[in-house]
């Protein structure tokens, strides 16, 4: 099986955190996945290089010696000249912890013990919902996404997609490779008003029908009982 990292997304992240044996195993696991890290032990030098260098990501601990990550987080919001995703990675776990972290300015949070896949997924998660936030064109593998024009294309061919299709395959590619729920799904999709039982099972047919249904493969896959995901790495 081909590295998923290696075929979407190599990140190039800063990791700050003074804890070495917990560097150490985040760097392994996602060095191995392609991903390129640097590293700071302590808050003054996390923020400096954070500054200096165009990271993808930042992955910030917070009790760190010198500046906590929040300040850290705090003076990157006001210094730095563009957006810079930062994942909080820490063992304060209570609500008002994450209400103080998010409030500072961290796009998500953490909490210690972790599993080393959910960190993964959540750093591309983050990491492509800026792209979206900065790009116009999202590219998937063989999908490419033009928000401004709402056109659609898989190898390079244009899909005649309805605007719902467009809408259900753009909430999925934003949060690839997480499985969107049907709930979630449909808040995104009609928000409190009320539909029709069948009209999602309406909209997913025909999104297949155009997506899937010309091509030797499918990208849209069914998660029985949970959701919809993009199946990209599928599509060989």
Same mark, same amino acid.
């Given at each position: ?5 290696? +075929? +979407? ?10 804890? &070495? ?7 392994? #696991? ?19 290089? /954070?500054?200096?260098?165009? #990271? ?5 601990? $917070? ?11 705090? +003076? &990157? ?28 300015? /961290? ?23 800026? $792209?979206?936030?900065?790009?116009? @064109? ?34 999925? /590619? ?11 799904? @449909? ?17 997913? #047919? ?31």
């Amino acid at each position: 099986m081909t590295n998923t990292a290696s +075929q +979407q997304t190599k990140l190039n992240v800063l990791l700050v955190e003074d804890q &070495l044996s917990i560097a150490q195993n985040i760097a392994q #696991y996602m060095e191995a996945k392609g991903h390129v890290f640097d590293f700071a032990t302590n808050g003054k030098q996390g923020l400096e290089l /954070a500054l200096e260098q165009p #990271y993808d990501l930042v992955i910030l601990d $917070l009790n760190l010696p010198g500046m906590d990550g929040l300040e850290i987080c705090q +003076q &990157l919001r006001e210094k730095s000249s563009r957006h810079i995703p930062i994942l909080m990675l820490t063992a304060r776990d209570s609500i008002d912890d994450k209400v103080t972290g998010f409030g500072v300015g /961290a796009d998500d949070y953490l909490t210690k013990p972790f599993v080393l896949q959910e960190l993964e997924v959540r750093c591309l998660a983050l990491s492509r919902r800026h $792209l979206l936030q900065t790009n116009n @064109t999202l590219v998937l593998g063989p999908l490419s996404i033009d928000r401004k024009s709402k056109q659609v294309k898989r190898d390079e061919q244009v899909l005649d997609l309805h605007a719902m299709g467009v809408r259900i395959v753009t909430i999925l /590619a934003e949060a690839y490779p997480q499985v969107v729920s049907r709930s979630e799904l @449909t808040q995104k999709l009609w928000g409190d008003e009320p539909t029709e039982s069948d009209a999602m099972r309406s909209h997913i #047919y025909q999104l297949r029908n155009v997506l899937d249904k010309p091509f030797d493969k499918p990208l849209l896959k069914t998660v029985h009982g949970v959701g919809f995901v993009l199946d990209i790495n599928n599509d060989k």
